[in-house]
């Protein structure tokens, strides 16, 4: 059982550069998120998903745009990255209406140079 | 304004001995709570949860206090071991409607041998 999967787990840009991380869970989650973690602060939800089609801006939404392309992925765009958007990124989903938590991936550290 | 605080960015105690994690929070419509553990390069798991129905809830060495006049709720692990050398994430939900978290900061907890 994977649970949450996020590609690439590394990436390094230069500044303006696009890229997209993609995210798949194999739990049959209604509940997708994206968050970022930064030293001294953190979690902070960039964008997250309630269910299939929707999508929402969470606490840092500036900078990046969000794609729930079924109910297995969840996939965030970087359309133009800035050093400010060096982070380890985080995807997570969990079961709308229950309050087991969630499951979070492994990560993917970007550096934007 | 940071809604959940946990003030102690890290902790050192001796293996064997109690490690008191805190976490303050300021919305009085959370109605529940979670800890999550983080070892680094890998995303955070989910460790131990409460509703604001209770005031306590135990699992194993980990136990959730919840004083909800005080906003207020604390991890308590008897007796600490080297492997919970981790950064807690106290966590905070409210009912109904969405699933989103609001994080705190974290506490970076050392079990020193």
Redesign the interface.
Known sequence: NAG?TQTPKFQVLKTGQSMTLQCAQDMNHN?M?W?RQDP??????IY?S?SEGTTDK?EVPNGYNVSRLNKREFSLRLESAAPSQTSVY?C?S?E??T?????????TRLTVV | DQQVKQNSPSLSVQEGRISILNCDYTNSMFDYFLWYKKYPAEGPTFLISISSIKDKNEDGRFTVFLNKSAKHLSLHIVPSQPGDSAVYFCAAATQGGSEKLVFGKGTKLTVNP
């Open positions: 949450v509940s998120y968050y001294g602060m953190g979690l902070r939800l997250y309630a969470g985080f997570a969990s709308a209406r309050r087991y938590g969630y499951t979070f991936g492994s990560g």
